[in-house]
DNA sequence: ACTTCGAGCGAACGATCGTTAGGGAGCGGG
DNA sequence: CCCGCTCCCTAACGATCGTTCGCTCGAAGT
């Protein structure tokens, strides 16, 4: 027989995943800091010193939600770099799916964002690790897509920074109501991306096809 | 003989000043609920009790500062919306004085974008009506710009947003070391806009002039 | 000279914070 | 049968929070 949780590694285990989800309401709701522990407790119907039975601390609940996004996030989007389409094509692919995987798990994303600066300096640097190495894996396509002349931008870094900017705003104010509102916003954005990479400095003259 | 201080209304009052610097800078610093009012009197010299003398309680403090900042925001800039230029001049002027302004003043723009979720509704309400007056003003002239053939955008409202989040999102990032970083930074993001909202779900030819 | 008043002080208030110590109920394995 | 383990409990710890009270001091006004 095999033990019921093998809790080796990173296992669920559904009691944490409990906690992990209502910290994430909370702490989107009323911030990291204004969410306290009892608050958390109350709301799993359980006492606050339960909870350090499943994580050693307040910033480690705020680390488990900030990295496993991340981790995520990551996993799902990272592939579509190495697929062997061109910039274009890449930055379509890369950019929809992640709208997509924030969009659906926006509450994650929105502590992501704006609590991750209330983890102590070597939690977030772990967090950071990952963002920096998505952020990289954008700024090389969209160099190569210059190269070629596709795109017209001076500096890909900035580019990169500003096509960041833009979405993970939206995210802060944009609630799906449905998986075709998702696809509406998603093929918006990313045609947002494209017309920006293209059009940025460059002087052209336009056709209204269509 | 002319009283030394009138205190009319919004008096500046030095020592008033003083504190609403430093809460500025421990608030971008350490966030405004990190930051406490034992800190802020320590930053300052004096004991916590004696801040009650000027404001009357910490939340009146974050309060001075972003709806301080939004006034003077929209008094530089809302005027600029009515001088009879086009819709693409108006985009330009109305956009490079926000980065100019906000990255002059980019430590009350952090305080003002972070932590004015942190005010009591009543309070945040007089905050948001000031910027909601600037994006109305910005939809407007990118929907006056769109029925005029210039733009090619859908959703006006959706535009004037995404380019307020990639201009918001540089100012987290971004820190200009003089006022050549500023002029350039301010032109590419301005170029950057025009770009987006002459490109967006257009199918154009590109012409590499200079 | 007497009053007024802004400004700051020391001390403390009650509340709430994150966290810990120690114990008990349930349960599967030896 | 009892051991050990997981999970949760009650109770409380020390620290820190925003805020208040009553006082002093010095400059300005009359």
Request: glycine content about 6%; overall charge positive.
């Amino acid at each position: 027989m095999e033990k019921v949780e093998p809790l080796a590694a990173g296992a669920p285990s559904v009691r944490v995943d409990q906690v992990l989800e209502t910290a994430t309401r909370l702490f989107t709701e009323r911030g990291y800091d204004a969410a306290s522990i009892r608050d958390l407790a109350a709301a799993l119907a359980m006492r606050p010193s339960s909870l350090y039975h499943h994580f050693p601390g307040k910033q480690h609940i705020l680390f488990a939600i900030c990295f496993g996004l991340q981790s995520d996030f990551n996993a799902a989007v990272m592939p579509l770099f190495h697929q062997g389409k061109g910039p274009v094509e890449t930055i379509q692919d890369v950019l929809g799916e992640h709208i997509r995987f924030s969009l659906a798990r926006r509450g994650e994303v929105l502590v992501n964002t704006r609590e991750r600066r209330s983890l102590p300096p070597e939690l977030r640097a772990q967090v950071n690790r990952l963002r920096r190495a998505y952020r990289d894996a954008l700024v090389a396509v969209i160099e190569q897509g210059r190269r070629q002349g596709l795109f017209s931008v001076e500096d890909p870094k900035l580019a990169a920074m500003a096509v960041f900017d833009m979405v993970n705003g939206m995210f802060q104010w944009f609630q799906a109501r449905d998986q075709a509102d998702v696809e509406r916003v998603a093929k918006t954005y990313v045609d947002a991306a494209v017309a920006l990479l293209r059009g940025w400095g460059r002087r052209y003259t336009l056709t209204n096809a269509r």
